[in-house]
């Protein structure tokens, strides 16, 4: 997923920026990070108050097994809807509720 398109999906909550991280990039609104884009997958900040939503729009949480101790790891991102990749209104909605669960968590 390029930037151009990046931009235009997000023209909504604009201006953003990126930086890269983990092989993809962070998508950042007023320095905090919001979104993530790994492997091709964009991927929404998120957390105890917008879960239900997320998982109502069938989004899913980003979990990992760690290397260390073999243990799943949730992190706080979900994937995108897929309506919302073709529609920058509807991901006007979403990233919104991203923006807002970055604020919560106080993390740039």
Known sequence: MDQDRLCDLFEGVA???????FGGHGIYRDGMIFAV???D???LKGDAEVAADYEA???ERWHYVGKR???TVAM???TAPESALDDPDEMTVWARKAIEAARRSGKV
């Open 15 to 21: 201006p953003v920026t990126f930086r890269r991280m």
């Open 69 to 71: 101790h073999g243990k």
């Open 37 to 39: 884009v790994l492997r």
């Open 57 to 59: 729009a069938g989004m």
């Open 41 to 43: 997958q964009l991927m």
């Open 76 to 78: 706080p991102y979900w």
